[in-house]
């Protein structure tokens, strides 16, 4: 188990471990130009998408748990449907609608006459419109944890503020606000990681920042040490965030300040407020979600016949089959590692699955990185022990090969796995086990008739995560896929750069149709979540 | 007779913490043992050497003359013929009650298994809920089930672990009633684990009362309650005072409140100092009494009032009186000891 957990952080250590590297020449060059610029558009995409998921993900958890008004009961659940959309597809779905050639652009020259630079447009691909992407489809992850504090919030205090003479307004910012602090901090560094994760959007956009500044560095300038640098660069802030995230969760177990709950109050709004907040809820889902489903569903209508052919099928079959194969892998290892955990609690084993908790947070582009760099040193070793003893040549056997793909969705993946089957065996609590051998079980016998049965859909849950996981992932697919394979993903992303934005709608639209399939699990859970308790 | 549990001389612990120390009692078939103490004095951990999730350090442990723990030998506790309901209950959420209460039959013939479950369901009152799940049933329901569930099998030995804890303080006593009714109806031999003194005397026949790890004293509740050995049980067990007294002879003292006469030696020279355990029931309230006190406060309790008393000497003392006697408090009220056992302890 120890000895999994070492390998899978195998990469985060070779990357860590090129901070100390001695500086090249590509590198001071980097530094000279580039980095700056790096430093700086990091910087001002995470202050912007902070801001703008912070504003509408606790607006509307906030309108949603404790506000009654028309369509509310909609809204609680369709509100995390971006979440579906993958950053880079939202933003080459936009780009298609709102650039120079665009429908819209288009429809205002007609109506008006105008020509090219007759009038001002904002230019989506830029700063701004990056911002504007992330936002929309990252805002649920606020909107998640800050809707779930709002309701576990016990009303009496709400009910003392009120009787403090506290009007609703104000006593949701002296005293609701404040209690959810640290949940909405959480959420916000979970759409910050995703921010920095991303390669897809920005490249397409093409910004200077981290990620893509690992691609130029290393297939554009070919310095591998460099572009490991950078990535280590990166990797400090992801850890930042990481660390403000936990902390902020740890802190919020304390802000429970009872375990009483009773019915919430509800606001009932009416007239103008009501439809306030109807647009406050609606605008988020129709710029995230409702508005580039149906602008891809309509440009899948154009391009269906030309699209769908045996090629597609093939690479539909590639994408299930690595997909499915890599969530059986992550479900296999999170039970190996979750029943090691209950089984020997030792520190050296919960540290171990803290480790490979860890995965998620970090990029897939600085993932790769990490497996490229040692995999071929592997190669050389294996390769050389073989042919001195057997005469066999392997080759390149673990780089060149969906070794390498798969080692790194294992790294970035099996966090989520893991948290998924850890919660599901918190269920069955020792007195159960426990029940059962005094009841004359054996252990083989328990985890056949008690456990099994209990692990089913978790099992399921979280090998459907992982599954849409890595249906969506780019950058690190993109790295490290064998020569002339081909996922949905990286078509989708190689027909957008190439400007045909209509062409790589269909499989856009099946990655955001599977990538629905959890959020809808998510959101049954969250409408299943009040009415237990 | 040969007795059911034997529990000899249990050392026990997790890690290098020794959390048991030369732990012993038997009980006999069909009777009720009690672990009563404060948490953390080790009573869970001696209901689960029983029943081998805990193994012993030292000593032994025998269920039906068997031995079961020993210091290098431990049976795996599917094959001890136990039963035990978890504080928790711990049912199985994704089975039928009658499925869980089937649960543990899995080596009978199917017809067997069957009528047994509706005998223990009908014994529990639960026939009705027989395809009801865990989570649509209530505390008190659940409660039941469990006990139907870890009776089902004939366990030689029940132990329950804190099983009224999660329940409402009215329900509790109630139903320690109740489960001793279908313990004495079936002659199970059991062991319950509780800190509520109340509900050990409600369930058990014999009670041992544990402090950090060791059996202070074992015996009924009466005995508990007016023969403590030990200040610990003095204390823990009930309400009461203690007041300082000069032994006259071998079976007198003399205190504030008067002479008192006991039946057996007290354990110290004439002349000494001993303290003299005052329990609120020693002292009747008595208005035609020469001996009075001052009430310090009082507590209403429905049949009784408890008055908090203070002597011309400075003393306090209890006195529990009929709940018509409403005095005020700074009033001086007439008091008279009747006392029928003398519990003495040397002062150290």
């Known amino acids: 188990m120890i000895l999994l957990a070492t390998l899978l952080s195998l990469p985060i250590f070779t990357i860590a471990s090129f901070l100390l590297y001695p500086s090249s020449e590509v590198w001071q060059h980097l530094r000279e130009t580039v980095l700056n610029e790096y430093l700086l558009n990091s910087a001002l995409l995470m202050l912007g998408v902070a801001s703008a998921t912070l504003v509408i993900g606790v607006g509307c958890a906030w309108l949603t ?207 103008y407020r009501a439809v306030l907040a109807f647009c406050a809820c609606f605008f988020p889902l129709f710029f995230g979600f409702i508005l580039p489903a149906g602008q891809l569903g309509l440009w899948a209508l154009e391009t269906w016949d030309s699209m769908v052919d045996a090629s597609f099928v093939a690479l539909t079959l590639n994408s299930v089959m690595l997909a499915a194969s890599a969530a059986a892998l992550a479900v296999a290892l999170a039970l190996f590692l979750v029943y090691g955990k209950r089984q020997f609690s030792g520190k050296a084993v919960i540290a171990s699955v803290r480790v490979v908790a860890t995965g998620y947070a970090i990029p897939g582009t600085v993932v790769a990185v990490g497996v490229i760099i040692p995999l071929p040193w592997f190669d050389t070793r294996i390769d050389s022990l073989m042919s001195g003893h057997f005469g066999i040549s392997t080759g390149l056997l673990l780089s060149g090969s969906l070794f390498a793909v798969m080692f790194a969705y294992m790294v970035r993946f099996l966090a989520v796995s893991v948290q998924s089957v850890e919660s599901g065996l918190g269920k069955i609590r020792q007195s159960m086990d426990e029940a059962a051998r005094s009841l004359s079980y054996t252990p083989t016998q328990i985890l056949l008739r008690v456990h099994l049965p209990l692990m089913k859909a978790t099992v399921l849950t979280a090998f459907l995560i992982v599954f849409v996981d890595v249906m969506k992932e780019l950058p690190a697919t993109l790295i490290l896929r064998p020569f002339n394979f081909n996922t949905l993903a990286v078509r989708a992303f190689e027909l957008a750069g190439d400007e045909r934005l209509a062409d790589s709608s269909t499989a856009a639209l099946m990655i955001v149709a599977v990538g629905l399939v959890p959020v809808l699990l998510l959101s049954r859970g969250i409408s299943a979540s009040r009415a237990g308790s | 007779m040969t007795s059911q549990l034997d529990v000899e001389n249990l050392d026990a612990g997790y890690d290098d913490l020794q959390v048991l120390n030369q732990v012993s009692f038997s009980l006999h078939p069909g009777e009720i043992g009690c672990m ?181 004293q074992q015996g009924s509740g009466y005995d508990l309650y007016h023969r403590p050995l030990n200040r610990f049980v003095a204390d823990f067990i009930g309400q009461g005072v203690i007041i300082p007294a000069t032994v006259e002879n071998a079976t007198t003292v003399k205190t504030d409140l008067g002479r008192i006469q006991g039946k057996n030696r007290i354990d110290a020279s004439p002349g000494s ?28 309790r429905g049949a009784d009032f408890l008055y908090f008393l203070r002597m011309d000497s400075g003393v306090e003392v209890m006195c529990l009186a009929p709940s018509h006697h409403n005095h005020k408090i700074n009033e001086r009220i007439g008091i008279r000891l009747n006392l029928d056992h003398l519990v003495t302890f040397s002062r150290t």
């Open chain 1, 65 to 271: 748990s404790l506000c009654v008004f028309p369509g509310k009961k909609l809204f609680a659940w369709a509100l995390l449907m971006p979440l579906a959309f993958p950053g880079y597809i939202i933003a080459y779905t936009y780009t298609g609608m709102f650039d120079f050639a665009g429908p819209l652009q288009s429809w205002i020259r007609d109506l008006t006459g105008w020509g090219y630079q007759d009038y001002y447009f904002p230019e989506i691909r830029s700063l701004g419109g990056a911002i504007t992407m992330f936002s929309l489809v990252l805002y649920p992850y606020v909107y998640l944890l800050s809707r779930a504090a709002f309701l576990e919030q016990s009303v009496c205090v709400l009910e003392v503020s009120r009787t403090l003479g506290c009007s609703v307004w104000s006593s949701f910012y002296r005293i609701a606000l404040p209690l959810a602090r640290p949940a909405i901090v959480a959420g916000v560094s979970l759409a910050l990681m995703e921010t920095l994760a991303d390669y897809g959007t920005v490249s397409f956009f093409g910004l200077g920042v981290f990620t893509t500044g690992i691609f130029r560095t290393w297939f554009g300038l070919g310095d591998g040490a460099a572009a490991a640098k950078l990535a280590a660069i990166l990797l400090m802030f992801v850890f930042t965030l990481v660390i403000i995230e936990r902390w902020s969760r740890k802190r919020a177990r304390y802000h429970h300040t009872s375990s009483r709950y009773s019915r919430l109050p509800q606001y009932h709004l009416r007239g």
């Open chain 2, 36 to 216: 009563l103490g404060p948490s953390g004095c080790g009573k869970t951990t001696v209901l689960r050497a029983i029943a081998g999730f805990e193994a012993a350090w030292d000593g032994r442990i025998l269920i039906d003359n068997r031995e079961v723990s020993t210091s290098e030998f431990s049976l795996p506790p599917e094959r001890r013929n136990i039963g035990m309901v978890f504080q928790d209950f711990a049912l199985f959420p994704h089975l039928k009650v009658e499925d869980n209460v089937r649960f543990g039959l899995h080596r009978q013939p199917r017809q067997e298994q069957q009528a047994r479950v509706q005998e223990m369901l009908a014994i529990v009152g639960m026939l009705a809920y027989a395809q009801a799940y865990p989570h649509q049933l209530s505390g008190g329901q659940q409660q039941r089930v469990a006990l139907a569930r870890a009776l089902a099998p004939s366990p030689a030995i029940l132990l329950l672990d804190e099983p009224f804890s999660n329940m409402d303080v009215e329900l509790r006593e109630q139903l320690a009633r109740e489960v001793r009714s279908i313990l004495k109806q079936e002659n199970n031999t059991a062991v319950l684990v509780t800190h509520d003194q109340n509900e050990a005397f409600a369930m058990a026949d014999q009670i041992c009362v544990m402090n950090e790890g060791s059996i202070m």
């Open chain 2, 273 to 300: 100092t001993v303290d003299v355990l005052i329990r609120p029931d020693d002292i009747v309230h008595d208005d035609t009494s020469e001996e009075s006190a001052i009430v310090v406060e009082k507590a209403f």
